[in-house]
C-alpha cells in the first residue's frame, strides 16, 4: 500500500528541513554548543575547558559536559557531524544529541534507549546513559 501523494511530499518536506537549535530545550542548545565548542577546540588543538567553563559558569559542570561529549565520540558508530558555533540549524547527529539530553533531563531511561536504540552498539547504551544523566544534574 502507498501512502498519499500528499503525506508523502509533507514527509519529504520535513526530512529536508533541518531542525534549529531553537527547538530544542535550553539544556541541550548548552550541550549542543558545548559540542561546537569542543570540535573547535580540536580543530585548533587546544583545551575545551577553559571555555566550557567559561559558557557553563561551573567548573564541575563543564568536566562532566566534557565527559559526555567524550563519551559519546567513541562510541558514535561515525564521526560526530557539529554544525558550525553560530550556526542555529543542527546536524542529525546534534538532533539525536538533544534529544539523549532531553531523555536524561527527564530520567527517562526508555526514551534515551529508544533515541539510540539500533543507531550506537548496545554495549555503549549505559554508560551513555550515566555520562549524559551526570552531565544533565551538573548543568541543572
Known amino acids: ?3 498519499p501523494a500528499g503525506n508523502l511530499a509533507e514527509t519529504i518536506a520535513r526530512l529536508a528541513r533541518a531542525p534549529s537549535l531553537r527547538e530544542r ?23 575545551p575547558l577553559p571555555a ?7 567548573c564541575e559542570a563543564a568536566f562532566a559536559v566534557h565527559e559526555l561529549i567524550r ?20 546536524s542529525p547527529d546534534e538532533v539525536t544529541l538533544a534529544r539523549m539530553v532531553e531523555a536524561g533531563q527527564g530520567r527517562s ?3 534515551f534507549m529508544r533515541t539510540i536504540d ?3 552498539p548496545a554495549a ?3 554508560p551513555l546513559w550515566e555520562a549524559c544523566t551526570h552531565a544533565v544534574v551538573l548543568m541543572g
Open 1 to 3: 500500500m502507498t501512502a
Open 25 to 47: 530545550s535550553p539544556l541541550a542548545q548548552d550541550v549542543i554548543l558545548a559540542i561546537r565548542l569542543c570540535a573547535l577546540a580540536a580543530r585548533d588543538g587546544s583545551d
Open 52 to 58: 566550557l567553563a567559561l559558557r557553563l559558569r561551573h
Open 71 to 90: 563519551t559519546v565520540t567513541r562510541h558514535w558508530p561515525e564521526p560526530f557531524g557539529v554544525g558550525r558555533a553560530c550556526c542555529q540549524r543542527l
Open 109 to 111: 531511561h526508555a526514551d
Open 118 to 120: 539500533g543507531f550506537v
Open 124 to 126: 555503549a547504551h549505559e
